[in-house]
């Protein structure tokens, strides 16, 4: 049976045509397959369909930073793998950075009684630091748990494989707006105001920086070079970026690096229940780790990841799950 079209078809093929006419590049179908299984080899992101024109307009800005006439050149030029700056701005564009000081709030009070009942030093991992909303947050927190004298042994790792956003983390910049949501109690006591030429500017303060070490970390490596077990490993809204074998092999490697009892804090919106069996949900988008955990288990954790790892090559690039 032939079915009619609706009458907004017409109308969306049209504005997408006028948009395709007034683009500086011409975008095939086949730049953005390769565009999505370049990035899905590189970080392990799977990009939909309906992130073609995002990838368009990120990437074309360095198409003209570069002096490029079309995708299949710059392309051509990341393929060849002799550019690694060029692969670290490519990897920059495509991922995607939203993050607030203490999004998802109701992690860190379980954070925070979790911190005091485990023994010093407690240690936690941000694997997605974005610009250092998050990990700042966790420090705060370990701070109001802990007390200053208690936190002075905490640390948190903050790693992401964007080193734009790693670098504005590290300045420890925000604008004041970012932080008008914070309790008046936490403003005070975690920030310092500017004024004069930095008015309408915040900074965190020494202490609260002093505990975060900010590192360039790709969940995809099949290393981490991480031999250190943490307490809790934060990776929220992380996941949903990769496909399900992508997934379960970033879960085998956080395996060994937590502490027996240890937690994984999800994204609102990640459910691992469904990828591995090594966590059981604790609590919302809390999960705890099913065994005693600890570097005897490392060479088992390593060779699911490896398991895990061969089965996200096998799967089709690019493919959203």
């Known amino acids: 049976m032939k079915l009619s079209r609706t009458p907004s078809r017409p109308a969306t ?11 500086d590049f011409e975008f095939t179908s086949a730049d953005f397959a390769r565009i999505r299984e370049l990035i899905y080899l590189r970080a392990g992101i799977s990009l939909s369909d309906h992130k073609r024109d995002m990838a368009y307009s990120r990437l074309a800005r360095r198409l003209r930073a570069r002096g490029f006439d079309n995708f299949r050149q710059y392309l051509d030029l990341l393929e060849s793998d002799t550019d690694p700056a060029e692969w670290e701005a490519f990897t920059n564009a495509l991922t995607t950075n939203l993050t607030a000081f203490f999004r998802e709030a109701h992690h860190f009070p379980v954070l925070a009684d979790f911190a005091m009942q485990r023994p010093a030093p407690v240690s936690v991992w941000c694997s997605a630091a974005s610009t250092g909303e998050e ?21 948190v790792l903050a790693t992401d494989v964007d080193t734009q956003v790693l670098a504005k983390a590290e ?7 970012q932080v008008t949501h914070l309790a008046p109690e936490r403003l005070k006591r975690f920030f310092l105001k500017g004024t004069g030429a930095h008015a309408g500017l915040v900074k ?16 995809t490596d099949r290393d981490y070079a991480l031999r ?5 490993i934060f990776c929220r809204n992380v996941m949903i970026y990769f496909d399900k074998p992508t997934q379960a092999q970033v879960l085998a490697r956080f395996e060994p690096l937590l502490k027996p009892g240890g937690l994984l804090f999800a ?10 069996q090594a966590f059981r949900l604790r609590g919302q988008t809390v999960y705890e780790l099913t065994r005693d955990g600890g570097a005897p288990h490392r060479a088992t954790a390593h060779r699911r990841a490896d398991h895990a790892a061969g ?4 799967a089709p690039s690019g493919v959203s799950a």
């Open 267 to 276: 994204g609102h919106s990640e459910n691992f229940t469904y990828v591995s």
């Open 171 to 177: 300045a420890a910049v925000y604008q004041l707006e």
């Open 13 to 23: 093929s049209e504005a997408a045509r006028t948009a395709e006419s007034t683009r």
């Open 311 to 314: 089965s996200a090559d096998a």
């Open 135 to 155: 990990p700042y947050s966790i420090a705060m927190t370990l701070i109001e748990a802990l007390g200053e004298q208690g936190a002075r042994q905490a640390s």
């Open 228 to 232: 250190t077990p943490f307490d809790a």
């Open 204 to 219: 965190v303060r020494p202490e609260v920086r002093a505990m975060v070490r900010f590192e360039r970390l790709n969940l």
